[in-house]
């Protein structure tokens, strides 16, 4: 082969190479250029979304959650700021070392740790959640010097809610506490603007006050708008929307007269609810025992949580709003009405009381204390005649006694402004065949329609049924829907919302029929069994005491044998409205296991009318007594209310109490030209309050016993 040849063959395979590095080449630049292409002109809306996100973030800011006050102003929930050290579980890799290392820089207790457990077995894991709360300066700062060591953790500055009073009116408030997964799966339902408004949000109401009105309380969320480092560092603002604050509630509670009820409750078990006849607004709500919502704020602890709801008096129930009661001789006045209404009984019909009543080859009878004779309408309310009306309800029949007490509230929900309210047991024939399931249940005897007539059998109602029945009759037939709220406050615009109690229609009672029963209650203050309890009061009024029995006794069982357990004694309740003329208060309560209403329940109502209707409240020495129930009248010196300080609050100094009780004074003298006719008709603090709750019933059947 020839030198010449041998430098072809050369030159050939060098231009192949040569050819297929530069194709080579070229394939690679234009896969670079497609990939330019694609993503500077294809994706180009889309990535550069991403990089805005990169160097922008938008964080949602959480407005101030609206205040609750009572109807003079004072604060019953309000807010403060605090530090929190979080936690996002996302961005941890071992979450029980990182939370022992804390710990040796900020005390984590043990508490601590099952608290922020139990939120993580709640909430999604890149959430960001506390290990620890309310930390002092001290600690955030030391935290800040190690804060390299922790990735994943940071501090941060909530709100939260704070109850200044504590335990007092806790069941009309409510709390807040931290939103759940099933309530975070029911806001999918919501509109998208309604959903917008909480994100950032991690609390909301979940009983009373808090969550009926959680719409107005929460306000609305702003937005920060913020250009970010690389490294996820704020460097400016880009945009800002304030969050607007939630509206502030005024109820219609005087909290002091609130106070002063719980307080007389003591330790025992109870219900009062005290309301305006002229509009409805609620005076007072209070459910003994009750609790301290504070605790359920930053997220209950296992143990006292454990504490309030293995406890056997239950102080998480709601007693005025969810507890039902057979009303005993309390229901006598409404019976009454229903008979007057109907025409089956006159007010001069004498009926022969020989303290037994025979019916089916049964006897009903009547209490030791009762004394018989000829009795009409108005001695058989003013003594409490049980075989009056066992001969009334046997005359009426169930049906019919459903058909004249329902309108007035009994066996259906009042439609007050809180959740959850129960609609208690108002018997009929149509009523039993629906509430029991096996035929033989479903059956209406005649027999069980006698105990009806002195509040027993079937019958159950809560203290706020019965008091706004007694509201209703006081006024002559004037119906209101109770509120709790009287009026909403924009903090913005600086305007007040009143919301006015919901008038109904009035019921066709007349008035000559309706002043007997009126009378008759007006009696038992005077020469019946409150006659000790109201014995010189500066003011008229009417009412009805009543014993109900708490279970049911078994044939030939006597009260006495059961008495030895105290859960098991006769419930003690009263009925009232003051003045007579013109009725500006109705309350109904009862004091569980408390034997006769004269005794225990009937004190606390003359209290409660002597600092609404007065401005008294009771002396040291009266108060312990009414706590035992072994007061009638009041004893020693009555004090000034503005000279009582709040639970936690200090004693007001002597010139503010001064001005304070000039104040009062006024406005009780111009309370006393207030009309009580009209719905929007307000109460003058502090002259007008009162207090209310409610509590489960136990199921018995009927029995004699009702005084």
Not at 374 to 403: C, Q, W
Request: hydrophobic share 40%; net charge neutral; proline share 6%.
């Amino acid at each position: 082969m020839t030198p010449l040849k041998n430098v072809e063959q050369e030159l050939s395979r060098f231009r192949l190479r040569l050819v297929a590095a530069a194709g080579f080449v070229l394939f690679c630049f234009g896969l670079l250029v497609a990939r330019l292409v694609f993503l500077q002109v294809i994706q180009h809306d889309s990535l550069l979304d991403r990089a805005e996100s990169n160097r922008t973030s938008v964080v949602p800011i959480v407005p101030n959650r609206g205040l609750i006050v009572d109807r003079n102003g004072v604060v019953l929930a309000s807010n403060y700021s605090a530090y929190t050290l979080e936690i996002t579980p996302s961005k941890v890799t071992d979450l029980d070392a990182t939370i022992d290392e804390l710990s040796q820089v900020i005390e984590v207790q043990a508490r601590d740790r099952r608290r922020f457990k139990r939120l993580m077995e709640e909430s999604k894991n890149f959430e960001s959640l506390p290990i620890r709360t309310k930390l002092s300066d001290a600690e955030v700062a030391r935290f800040t010097a190690q804060r390299f060591r922790f990735p994943g953790v940071d501090i941060k500055a909530r709100l939260f809610r704070n109850y200044p009073l504590g335990e007092v009116g806790s069941h009309l408030l409510g709390y807040i506490g931290r939103i759940n997964q099933a309530e975070k799966k029911a806001m999918d339902d919501w509109e998208e603007e309604d959903i917008a408004n909480y994100r950032g949000t991690e609390y909301i109401g979940k009983l009373g006050i808090e969550q009926s009105y959680e719409r107005e309380l929460h306000g609305i969320t702003g937005f920060e708008q913020m250009e970010t480092s690389a490294a996820g560092r704020a460097v400016r603002r880009l945009a800002y929307r304030p969050p607007t604050p939630g509206n502030t509630l005024r109820l219609s509670i005087d909290i002091r007269l609130q106070a002063l009820v719980e307080e007389l409750y003591k330790d025992r078990r109870g219900a009062l609810v005290a309301i305006d006849p002229r509009n409805g607004e609620v005076l007072a709500f209070v459910s003994k025992p009750n609790f301290d919502p504070n605790l359920f704020v930053d997220g209950i602890d296992t143990e006292s949580w454990r504490d309030l709801n293995e406890n056997p008096d239950k102080p998480m129930l709601n007693r005025a709003l969810r507890g039902t009661y057979p009303p005993g001789s309390t229901f006598k006045p409404l019976m009454a009405m229903a008979a007057l209404n109907t025409g089956k009984r006159s007010p001069s019909t004498i009926i022969q009381d020989n303290l037994t009543f025979s019916f089916g080859g049964r006897t009903f009878g009547s209490p030791e204390t009762d004394r018989p004779g000829p009795k009409d309408m108005r001695l058989a309310i003013v003594t409490s005649s049980n075989v009056y009306f066992y001969s009334l309800a046997n005359e009426m029949g169930v049906d019919l006694i459903h058909e004249q007490l329902e309108p007035f509230g009994l066996g259906r929900r009042t439609e007050i402004d809180l959740q959850g309210e129960v609609t208690g047991d108002l018997p009929s024939t149509a009523w039993k065949r629906k509430k029991f399931k096996r035929p033989e249940q479903q059956k209406w005897y005649a027999g069980e329609t006698i105990s009806l007539g002195i509040g027993q059998g079937y019958n159950n109602f809560t203290m706020l049924q019965m008091a706004s029945a007694y509201a209703t009759l006081s006024t002559g037939g004037q119906r209101f829907r109770p509120r709790l709220v009287s009026e909403i406050e924009d903090v913005v615009k600086h305007e007040r919302r009143r919301v006015a109690s919901d008038a109904m229609e009035p019921l066709p009672l007349k008035r000559e029929q309706v002043d007997v029963v009126l009378n008759a209650m007006n009696g038992v203050t005077q020469e019946g069994t409150s006659r000790q309890v109201f014995a010189g009061a500066p003011y008229q009024s009417g009412g009805k005491t009543g014993t109900a029995q708490a279970v049911g006794l078994r044939a030939g069982e006597k009260y006495k044998d059961v008495k030895a357990d105290e859960r098991k004694r006769d419930h003690s309740l009263y009925v009232a409205f003051a003045p007579v003329d013109q009725p500006r208060i109705a309350l109904a309560l009862i004091v569980e296991n408390a034997g006769w209403g004269s005794t225990s329940a009937a004190p606390i109502a003359r209290r409660v009318f002597d600092y609404v209707l007065s401005g008294q409240y009771p002396s040291e020495e009266d108060m312990a007594l009414t706590q035992a129930g072994k007061t009638t009248a009041p004893v020693g010196a009555a004090r000034n209310p503005l000279d009582v300080p709040l639970p936690g609050m200090p004693v007001p100094a002597a010139s503010s109490v001064s001005a304070a009780s000039a104040a009062s004074a006024a406005a009780s003298a111009a309370s006393a030209s207030t009309s009580a006719s009209t719905s929007t008709a307000q109460i003058p603090p502090p002259a007008l309050k009162a207090s209310a709750a409610a509590r489960l019933p136990l199921p018995r059947p009927s029995s004699g016993a009702s005084h």
